[in-house]
């Protein structure tokens, strides 16, 4: 597999990344330092303001004192009206002691700082006879601060471009330069095997001359122990997938025979239901669960009437074709749990987990009813089959303990009962007589 990377002037190579990183660090550096500047610049401006704005509310105070105490609203007014045409004064009122206002000029602003409003007692022999209020007009001070501000801003920025294109141009000759040269060196000299055939040539004496010399000499060890080890691996290799092949084809033969022989060996092949010997072992199985887990399971056993005559009516080939349709409703006429096996000619049982007695009549009645009406056809035969069942269900009692043949036993009993009572019906194993069945019911 080749790996390509491309160091052309556009990529993100290392000189991008450096240049980012230096760039980053001018900003953050800058922009600490002329972020603190004219925050103290701002500061400066606000603390002048306030001085000058405290003088004139003094002076003017002084100059009103006069008027406020004679009542001479007129000269109040002018006062006021002159201090607001200047260029710094947006507001100004004057309040004798009583509360009252004697004059305003201008409108005052809500949108301003709170440091360009001023308030200023008007004294007159020690007595407080008024006071004054001022607001400085800030839309000068926060333009030349804006100018200041975007003045530092573009010096900042001149001076990142000036250090990084420095620093881009000092990293592309002394550092970026030879790495790039040298990669595509060592690209136009690997072949078809991935192996570098040619030496690098770069020999400056300097911290990349000495480690592309060292890479130089590792390059030749590698290259000398890679084709001992491909013509070793290379003979490894043939052996070793010859190997596999033979072990894959005898793995697989040996998985299907083995599923053949398992298949064979719990299957009926004619019904292809579990046979008499996998039913023994499911039966004793499923008993063994009831017992642990002190739940219920059932047994139907099910014989065909007059199978027989149906061999000698019609031969064993229908024989067989009815033997595989009865099978087919078993199989269709059952829950997905229950479990259907083929027990001796014409004989059948159905294992039925988690079952009482009500459940199980109405699982068996259902079959029965459905081979009832279910009509075998060949070619020139139309055949009905009936079947006789009998019922036993295995709930766990410790005084009572009953054996997978017992079990099996019951059920039997209870489907010649049904075959003596006149076929094609359902016997539960309890209703059989005590005495003639000498069944005791658990």
Partial sequence: MKVQTKLGFFSFGIRQKIGLVLITILLLSLGISGWHSLHQQELLVIE??????????????????????????????????????????????????????????????????????????????????????????????????????????????????????????????????????TSRS????????????????????????????????????????????????KVVNQ?????????????????????KLKLLSISDPLTDLFNRRHFDILLKKEIAFSQRHENSVSLILLDIDHFKKINDQYGHSVGDAVLCAVAKNIQENTRKSDICCRVGGEEFAIICKDTDEETIHLIAENLRTKLENYTIRNNINEITVTASFGM??????????????????????????????????????????APKASVKKP
């Fill in 392 to 433: 036993m269900t295995y709930s766990y009692i410790p005084e009572q303990p009953l054996s997978p043949d017992d079990v099996y036993h019951y059920a039997d009993m209870a489907m010649y009962h049904s075959k003596d009572s006149g076929r094609n019906c359902t016997t539960y194993y309890t209703d059989i007589d």
């Fill in 239 to 259: 052996e070793v997938q010859e190997q596999n092949i033979l072990l894959k084809n005898q793995s697989n033969e040996l998985q299907k025979t083995n599923q």
């Fill in 186 to 233: 060592i690209k136009e000299s690997i072949n078809g095997a991935s192996l570098l055939t040619k030496k690098i040539a770069y020999r400056a004496k300097d911290e990349l001359g000495y480690l592309f010399s060292h890479f130089n000499t590792l390059q030749h060890h590698l290259h000398s122990a890679t084709k001992q080890l491909e013509s070793k691996i």
């Fill in 48 to 181: 002048e303001t306030k001085l000058r704005g405290s003088d004139l509310a003094r002076f003017t105070s002084r100059s009103v004192a006069y008027a406020v105490i004679g009542y001479d609203y007129h000269s109040i007014q002018l006062l006021l009206d002159e201090l607001v045409n200047s260029q710094d004064i947006n507001y100004a009122k004057v309040i004798n002691s009583k509360g009252n206002v004697m004059a305003r000029a201008g409108r005052l602003s809500t949108e301003s700082d709170i440091w360009t409003y001023f308030e200023q007692e008007i004294i007159l022999d020690d007595n407080i006879i008024g006071s004054l209020s001022l607001q400085f007009d800030n839309s000068r001070i926060i333009k030349k601060l804006s100018q200041q501000r975007k003045t530092l801003i573009q010096k900042e920025i001149l001076l990142i471009l000036v250090i990084a294109f420095c620093e881009y141009i000092a990293l592309s000759i002394f550092i970026i330069r030879p790495i790039v040269s």
